[in-house]
């Protein structure tokens, strides 16, 4: 059942990116570690300049294929979810990358296969 499309992934991007930026410091991250705050706003940084340069819709410059933006997602997920244990990040701080690194492992995993046109 995968039914998260090129187009939808697009509009999610930019959302992403800027709420990696904002939502540390309106949760007040950094508590247990400052790599809490830290990391989150470099990967906002990085998501909206991947979304920049990706191959779709909404992308500006378009030099990244959509299948290497797919497996940079993956691959920050996976960071996400190990962060907590790699910095000892406690409470809100491990909570907050926990659940994104999920969000983005599902949204990655129910994503529709690209069809070439």
Excluded: Q
């Excluded at 705050?37 to 906002?44: D, F, P, R």
């Excluded at 993956?74 to 690194?101: M, Q």
């Amino acid at each position: 059942m995968r039914f998260v499309t090129k187009r939808i992934h697009a509009f999610l991007d930019y959302p992403v990116a800027l709420t990696l930026m904002a939502l540390p410091f309106l949760l007040g991250l950094g508590a247990s570690h400052p790599m809490a705050l830290a990391l989150s706003v470099a990967t906002g940084v990085a998501a909206l300049i991947l979304t920049l340069l990706t191959d779709h819709h909404l992308g500006v410059f378009r030099v990244i294929s959509y299948k290497w933006h797919l497996i940079v997602d993956f691959t920050v997920a996976i960071l996400f979810l190990v962060a907590p244990f790699v910095f000892s990040f406690e409470g809100i701080d491990a909570y907050y990358y926990w659940i994104n690194g999920a969000a983005v492992i599902t949204v990655v995993s129910l994503h529709k296969p690209v069809t070439k046109a």
